[in-house]
Structure formats: C-alpha cells, structure tokens
Nanobody, 115 residues
Framework: QVQLVESGGGLVQPGGSLRLSCAAS????????MGWYRQAPGKQRELVAR???????NYADSVKGRFTISRNNAWKTVYLQMNSLKPEDTAVYYC?????????WGQGTQVTVSS
C-alpha cells in the first residue's frame, strides 16, 4: 500500500521561497515517476513538475526557471523547491506517484503567496 505525506507548505511573501517534501511508504517509489500538481480555487488540478525514476524532469511553463523537482530514492522522498514565488502560485499542492498498480495522491499542502 502506497501512502504519500506532503509537508512544507505555508504563507510566504511574493519573491520568497518554499520547499515542499513528499514522503512515500511502500516499495513502489524507486521505480515510479513522481509529480507535483496544484489546484487553485475554482481551477482544475494542473501538473507543476514531474520526475521519472531515472531523474528526467519536466515542468509547467509557468514555473520553469523558478521551481526545481528532485528525489531521494534512499529516503523515498520527492521535493519541490519553489523560488521567486508569485501570488498566482497560491494553491493546494499535491504529490502524485505513478505506480505499476495505479496512481496515488497525497492529502495536499496549502501554499499561499501574499503580502
């Protein structure tokens, strides 16, 4: 059974930084692609960044150059470093694991960018 637990969200001023973490349980992490998604009020959930088991990454155009996704397979953890945050980055951020047995989601962590 896969469980994902996100942490690191909070309130930050525009231009600030946050690092989100997602810790996974179970044995699926090592071979799974991991993603960070976000959902703002009244909007659909969207992909922010994704990293494959081999470390290849892709990003939404809106976060390229500001966000960095990384993973530590020994700790079964994926990170999202968010720099130069903007008010439009405000959303609930969700961790996703693409496993051979299906997709799994964390409970989400709120990120609010406001002065």
């Amino acid at each position: 059974q896969v469980q994902l637990v996100e942490s690191g969200g909070g309130l930050v001023q525009p231009g600030g930084s946050l690092r989100l973490s997602c810790a996974a349980s179970g044995s699926a992490f090592r071979l799974a692609a991991m993603g960070w998604y976000r959902q703002a009020p009244g909007k659909q959930r969207e992909l922010v960044a994704r990293i494959t088991s081999s470390g290849s990454t892709n990003y939404a155009d809106s976060v390229k150059g500001r966000f960095t996704i990384s993973r530590n397979n020994a700790w079964k953890t994926v990170y999202l470093q968010m720099n130069s945050l903007k008010p439009e980055d405000t959303a609930v951020y969700y961790c996703n694991l693409e496993g051979s047995s299906g997709n799994y989601w964390g409970q989400g962590t709120q990120v609010t960018v406001s002065s």
